[in-house]
């Protein structure tokens, strides 16, 4: 079961740290992911992180301005987002890949077979 959190209303050029808290005892066997979808969109990956952390994937559209991260003993993936603008708004979704190999980011959502319940991320202009 994974929980996203730390979504809400920020204005552009701000930042927002989301979590995503996930149960059961092999969370450092799956590859994660940051998912968002914005209306009338298709659901695409933010950022991604391998099993131990050793690779990360980014959309070009966030590079260099969020970053994900995983601290296995806690069981939690985050996604520090900076200079937040308005076509960031979208719900965010964390999910969870059990079937990529090491130091492996797969790209396709359909990859991912586990997902948290999105939390909203606005940024006003």
């Known amino acids: 079961q994974l929980q996203a959190s730390g979504g809400g209303l920020v204005q552009a050029g701000g930042s927002l740290k989301l979590s995503c808290a996930a149960s059961?005892?092999?969370?450092?066997?799956?590859?994660m992911g940051w998912f968002r979808q914005a209306p009338g969109k298709e659901r695409e990956l933010v950022g991604g992180i391998s099993r131990a952390g050793s690779t990360k994937r980014y959309a070009d559209s966030v590079k260099g301005r969020f970053t994900i991260s995983r601290v296995n003993a806690y069981n939690t993936v985050y996604l520090q987002m900076s200079s937040l603008k308005p076509e960031d708004t979208a719900v965010y979704y964390c999910?969870?890949?059990?079937?990529?190999?090491?130091?492996?980011?797969?790209?396709?959502?359909?990859?991912?077979?586990?997902w948290g319940q999105g939390t909203q991320v606005t940024v006003s202009s």
């Open positions: 059961g005892r092999d969370f450092s066997n799956y590859a």
């Open positions: 999910a969870a890949d059990r079937d990529a190999p090491g130091g492996i980011v797969r790209l396709p959502a359909t990859s991912y077979g586990y």
